[in-house]
């Protein structure tokens, strides 16, 4: 079983950056394409994106051009570099497995706590 735990988040101002951590357990976290995602509260949990192991990447609209995936297979880890904040990016952020082709979330069966990333404005 992957176990999966998420650092980085924080409260920062609009326009502002963070960089979230996810170390993973498991040898086949590094065969696996790998995804962010989001939860907003009292919204449902949406996939903003996602890595293949070779490092193909692809990202949802609302976060082009701002964020930016990357991954590190000798650390299990993957990361996201998060610019230009906006107040709507705030949610807990979560990683997990996921179809890059589809650009659609495939996760395994458990997930971590989460890092809680607020955005003022």
């Known amino acids: 079983q992957v176990q999966l735990v998420e650092s980085g988040g924080g409260l920062v101002q609009a326009g502002g950056s963070l960089r979230l951590s996810c170390s993973a357990s498991?040898?086949?976290?590094?065969?696996?394409?790998m995804g962010w995602y989001r939860q907003a509260t009292g919204k449902q949990r949406e996939l903003v994106a996602t890595?293949?192991?070779?490092?193909?990447?692809n990202y949802a609209d609302s976060v082009k051009g701002r964020f930016t995936i990357s991954r590190d297979n000798a650390k299990n880890t993957v990361y996201l570099q998060m610019n230009g904040l906006k107040p709507e990016d705030t949610a807990v952020y979560y990683c997990?497995?996921?179809?890059?082709?589809?650009?659609?979330?495939?996760?395994?069966?458990?997930w971590g706590q989460g890092t809680q990333v607020t955005v003022s404005s």
């Open positions: 997990n497995r996921a179809d890059g082709r589809n650009m659609s979330p495939l996760p395994w069966g458990s």
């Open positions: 890595i293949t192991s070779g490092g193909s990447t």
């Open positions: 498991g040898r086949i976290f590094s065969i696996s394409t």
